[in-house]
Structure formats: structure tokens, C-alpha cells
């Protein structure tokens, strides 16, 4: 049968390099844009938020850069550790609409770091 | 542990019953969501509440699907006449619900089997 939702975009690094992961959004309207990180069995953990009046957050040893022209949203995650292995998913959430409560997520990034 | 909870964790079903699933959100967090993850994908909206109020339902909630939330802290996500479709990790979530784009906090959800 068809197996699409397998073939997750994978980024592999080594312990100690940057990693970037992109993810486009679809809906020019977002206001609000969230990366999480999902380990294996567990729930979405929420890494770094940035909102559309920004181009560029950061946080702790993370990075959310943001370009609405384009409507693409990258995390950097520098100096990358086996523990950050995880699938991550953008979010986008248009909270100035009609459906302020919901989230919108991507197809999310498998990332594999090797020591 | 405050974060949020859910029960029971995994969940094994015959085709054709019932199942109920909790939630407790974080405490003082108005707002709680319902969100659907099937395998290799992103968390799918179903339903959130603000407080009691069930403000916004997914198409995804068919009608054998129904969410309370009645005294604005706890909910309850039921499942009728489980079908082999509803296979998936059912995932809470709640936000402070202060303005607009709130964070949203996950659960470690409901892994649900329909046999």
C-alpha cells in the first residue's frame, strides 16, 4: 500500500555541527509560527515561537529565522547533540482569523545526529 | 509534574466500541485542543475549547467523534463505533489562552488501536 507518510524528509549530522531545517508554510494569512521537536512515543515539544512582525528569533542554542515573502520558516540548531535526534514539524497558526485555536502543522524533518 | 496529561496512554479495541480518553490540561490554561497524529505525519486539528466552550470543530470530527470540557478544566474525547481508521496517537493540548497565537503545550497522548 502507499507508504507517503514515510518518506519524511531526513537530515543526518555529526554530534557538534549546525543544523538547519526548512519547512515552507501555506497560508499567507499565518501570524504565528511554532518549531516542535517529537521524539519516538512522546508528544510535541515546544522548541522556539516567532511571530510575523519578526524576521528572526532566537533562543538557546536554537535559531527561528522567518521569510513571509517567500513563506518559508528554518530552525538552526547549532552545535548539535545525539539528544536532538527527533522528528521536528513547523506550525503556523493564523491568529488574527476565524481559527485562531488551530494549528497547522508540516510534514516535519527527521533529524539523526551521530556522535 | 505540571505539564499536561493524558489517559490512558495506549488504548486496544475491537472494532465497533466505545472509547474515552482524558485530558487534563495545564493548570490555569484555558484553552485545550484535540489533534489527531497518524503515523509518519503531523499532529490534524479536531476540535479545541475555550473554557467549557467547544468553539471550533474539524471535518475530521465525524459525528461517531464527541469532545466535552465540562467544567473548563478537564476533557473528554469519545470515540463510537471504533473503526480500524481510527488508528492513531491521540494528542492534548493546551494554551494559556492570553490574546492572540498562545503557545500550545502537548500531552504525551493516547495511542489508540482498533482491531
Known amino acids: 500500500g502507499e507508504s507517503v507518510g514515510l518518506h519524511l524528509p531526513t537530515l543526518s549530522v555529526q554530534e557538534g555541527d549546525n543544523s538547519i531545517i526548512n519547512c515552507a508554510y501555506s497560508?499567507?494569512?499565518?501570524?504565528?509560527f511554532i518549531w516542535y521537536k517529537q521524539e519516538s512515543g512522546k508528544g510535541p515539544q515546544f522548541i522556539i515561537d516567532i511571530r510575523s512582525n519578526m524576521d528572526k528569533r532566537q533562543g538557546q542554542r536554537v535559531t527561528v529565522l522567518l521569510n513571509k515573502t517567500v513563506k518559508h520558516l528554518s530552525l538552526q540548531i547549532a552545535a548539535t547533540q545525539p539528544g536532538d535526534s527527533a522528528v521536528y514539524f513547523c506550525a503556523e497558526n493564523n491568529a488574527g482569523g476565524t481559527s485562531y485555536g488551530k494549528l497547522t502543522f508540516g510534514q516535519g524533518t527527521i533529524l539523526t545526529v551521530h556522535p | 509534574d505540571t505539564g499536561v496529561s493524558q489517559n490512558p496512554r495506549h488504548k486496544i479495541t475491537k472494532r465497533g466500541q466505545n472509547v474515552t480518553f482524558r485530558c487534563d490540561p495545564i493548570?490555569?490554561?484555558?484553552?485545550l485542543y484535540w489533534y489527531r497524529q497518524t503515523l509518519g505525519q503531523g499532529p490534524e486539528f479536531l476540535t479545541y475549547f475555550q473554557n467549557e466552550a467547544q468553539l471550533e470543530k474539524s471535518r475530521l470530527l465525524s459525528d461517531r467523534f464527541s469532545a466535552e470540557r465540562p467544567k473548563g478544566s478537564f476533557s473528554t474525547l469519545e470515540i463510537q463505533r471504533t473503526e480500524q481508521g481510527d488508528s492513531a496517537m491521540y494528542l492534548c493540548?493546551?494554551?494559556?489562552?492570553?490574546?492572540?497565537?498562545?503557545?500550545?503545550?502537548f500531552g504525551p497522548g493516547t495511542r489508540l488501536t482498533v482491531l
Open positions: 493548570s490555569e490554561h484555558n484553552r
Open positions: 497560508n499567507s494569512a499565518s501570524d504565528y
Open positions: 493540548a493546551s494554551s494559556p489562552g492570553q490574546g492572540d497565537g498562545d503557545t500550545q503545550y
